[in-house]
């Protein structure tokens, strides 16, 4: 939630760099909605866990369809306020066709994560990633400004840090993950092919930031990225240790990880609203 918030506001930063007269009602009712949005989106995978894994520890039947059952109202309900958000800002002449693609990109990847047959196939972290990182600053953008804008292709380095992180952090459940046959994106390729697209995905996202100039965006907005590069290399070492046989510190990795994503959404967004 408190990622969603930040990549919300790293959208909503770039609008407010070109100038774009700020709208409050949009913003704090597009921040809502993407916040009930990422809400249901972990629930509902909640309600379509299998059977075979457990919600609560030691839980009794009646205890997990209590849950289940919960856990799915909270959803519907998230999602039926996002529908009453979406229709206020089209009666306030603040839903573009843009922007409303977009609400509805959130509600696709959403279910694809959540709902079978699409649950459980590999590419949850994938679809994680784009939510967080790439639809959900796009929202915050496009409401406020009602059209795309080539700024917002710095969402595509970010998106790559937000699925490295994810790929961490399917390491330490790895076991837990094949115990109860759970398809993730590491246990789907297996490890040994997992690691080099990991490093890949890192030193491409600093890659592009670094020819972000060509593509129209100045230097003098970009480089605060460069301040998390240590930490980078530290998580592409971390994860090159580990693989090698190396004990494995995840809590240090795990953190290492959500800074390289965080901190850089952090350091771009507020150089945007500052400039």
Same mark, same amino acid.
């Given at each position: 939630? &408190?990622?969603? *918030?930040?990549t919300?506001?790293?959208?909503?930063?770039? @609008?407010? =760099?070109?100038g774009k007269p700020?709208?409050t009602d949009s913003?704090?009712l597009?921040?809502? %909605?993407? /916040?009930?949005?990422?809400?249901?989106?972990?629930?509902?995978s909640?309600?379509?866990r299998l059977?075979?894994?457990? &919600?609560?520890e030691?839980?009794?039947?009646r205890?997990? !369809?209590v849950?289940?059952?919960?856990?799915?109202?909270?959803?519907?309900? *998230?999602?039926s306020?996002?529908?009453?958000?979406?229709?206020? &800002?089209?009666?306030?002449?603040?839903?573009?066709?843009?922007s409303f693609?977009? &609400?509805?990109?959130?509600l696709?990847l959403?279910?694809? =994560?959540?709902l079978p047959?699409f649950?459980?196939?590999g590419?949850g972290?994938? !679809?994680?990633?784009?939510?967080? @990182?790439?639809?959900?600053?796009?929202i %915050? =953008?496009?409401l406020?400004?009602d059209e795309?804008?080539?700024?917002?292709t710095?969402? !595509?380095?970010?998106?790559?840090?937000?699925? *490295?992180?994810f790929?961490?952090?399917?390491?330490p459940?790895?076991?837990?993950?094949?115990?109860?046959?759970r398809?993730?994106?590491?246990?789907?390729?297996?490890?040994e092919?997992?690691v080099?697209?990991?490093?890949?995905f890192?030193l491409? *996202?600093?890659?592009?930031?670094a020819?972000?100039?060509a /593509?129209?965006l100045?230097?003098?907005l970009?480089?605060?990225a460069?301040?998390?590069?240590?930490?980078a290399?530290?998580?592409i !070492?971390?994860?090159?240790?580990?693989?090698l046989g %190396?004990?494995?510190?995840?809590?240090?990795?795990? %953190?290492?990880?959500?800074?390289?994503f965080?901190?850089t @959404?952090?350091?771009?967004t507020?150089?945007?609203?500052?400039?």
């Amino acid at each position: 939630m &408190l990622l969603a *918030a930040l990549t919300y506001s790293f959208g909503a930063s770039i @609008a407010n =760099y070109l100038g774009k007269p700020f709208r409050t009602d949009s913003f704090w009712l597009g921040l809502l %909605a993407v /916040l009930l949005a990422q809400m249901s989106m972990s629930l509902l995978s909640e309600v379509f866990r299998l059977d075979v894994e457990p &919600l609560a520890e030691n839980e009794t039947r009646r205890a997990r !369809i209590v849950i289940r059952n919960n856990a799915l109202y909270i959803s519907i309900a *998230a999602l039926s306020a996002d529908a009453v958000i979406a229709f206020i &800002l089209f009666a306030h002449q603040h839903l573009s066709i843009a922007s409303f693609s977009f &609400l509805l990109v959130s509600l696709v990847l959403i279910l694809s =994560y959540s709902l079978p047959p699409f649950r459980n196939r590999g590419f949850g972290e994938f !679809i994680l990633a784009a939510h967080l @990182a790439y639809v959900i600053p796009s929202i %915050a =953008y496009l409401l406020q400004a009602d059209e795309t804008h080539h700024f917002l292709t710095l969402t !595509i380095p970010l998106t790559l840090l937000a699925f *490295a992180y994810f790929i961490v952090m399917d390491f330490p459940t790895f076991a837990t993950d094949r115990k109860y046959n759970r398809t993730t994106f590491l246990t789907r390729l297996g490890w040994e092919r997992v690691v080099p697209l990991h490093h890949i995905f890192v030193l491409f *996202a600093y890659v592009f930031f670094a020819i972000s100039p060509a /593509l129209g965006l100045s230097l003098s907005l970009i480089w605060p990225a460069f301040l998390t590069l240590p930490f980078a290399v530290l998580q592409i !070492i971390q994860l090159r240790n580990i693989a090698l046989g %190396a004990p494995a510190n995840w809590i240090l990795l795990t %953190a290492t990880a959500l800074s390289v994503f965080g901190l850089t @959404a952090y350091f771009i967004t507020l150089t945007f609203w500052l400039r």
